[in-house]
């Protein structure tokens, strides 16, 4: 049974099969990770260690910036006490660990102590698939477990890649909005942002249309000068795409193609029409959709 511990004082990290005890140096990144699998997990993201010790911890092994992967063993609280008195090695460098050793070499320190996360082992498919925030609620980042596995010391190991809308979306090119039109062009887009990967796919697809017809029926008003274009929904836009002396087919194709999700959100409605439920994969796709529609409307940065 692998066992991690994580001094309350200084924040070093001790691993050990049967106890914490063996300094690991140089300290590794170990952070504070939550199980995303329903938009209210998000409140469960932990404000810190010391108020919130019972959580799960991930410890990195790895990370490639360039495919945004990362690796590390994933540990689970231990045992009722939120700290424990736990003899470990003294660090050479700390002239207050040494003084106070033992003839052993060990030092008695409060701990924070965590087991190898059987938890995950539990869940569909080993928790593949499923969402990991990674940090504390004023900071974290969003990652997907793509793989899990056990190590030869029965340690929890995952495979996680970067979650992040902000770099699907181009950056809005402010100068070729309109005045009239630019508050309401970067609210939409700001909501797809704060709904990509915090929220359920169907509400994802929702902001999307919601910026696809924003995005569609403000460059038309802009292109054609039809202010009567503003009241009207995605499908009178992908009709007046349609009627332009030029058809933008690239951008109606892409309109069309989050048009034709929405409804897969309605209950009655896609029961009606036999439709498959949404899907991370699609609410994921319309997010992208959202970025083509601002490219070739010229309105984001390539």
Known sequence: ??????????????????????????????????????????????????????????????????????????????????????????????????????????????????????????KPRRGEGSRLAIGVADAYSLWRIIQTERTASLGVMVTLRAESAFDILPELNKAQVGPDHLAVVQAAIERVLDAAYRELPTSVVDQCRNACTVLASRWLCQASGNRALLKEDLGSCIKALQQLAEPRIALGGALQIIRTLHPRGKDNEAHARGLRPVSEEDAQMAVHLVGFVMREVGWGSH
Not at 48 to 69: A, I, K, N, Q, Y
Not at 78 to 100: K, N, R
């Open 1 to 122: 049974m692998t066992r991690l511990g994580i001094e309350r004082s200084n924040g070093l990290v001790y691993e050990g099969r049967g106890s914490p005890s063996h300094l690991v140096m140089p300290t590794p990144v170990v952070s504070q990770a939550t199980l995303i699998e329903a938009a209210s997990d998000f409140t469960k993201v932990p404000l810190g260690l010391d108020s919130h010790p019972f959580t799960w911890m991930f410890r990195e092994e790895s990370f490639d910036p360039v495919s945004r992967v990362r690796r590390g063993r994933l540990f689970q609280k231990f045992g009722p006490h939120a700290w424990e008195q736990i003899l470990v090695d003294a660090h050479p460098a700390i002239q207050s660990d040494l003084s106070a050793a033992r003839s052993s070499g060990k030092v008695s320190k409060e701990l924070g102590v965590y087991i190898e996360c059987t938890e995950l082992l539990s």
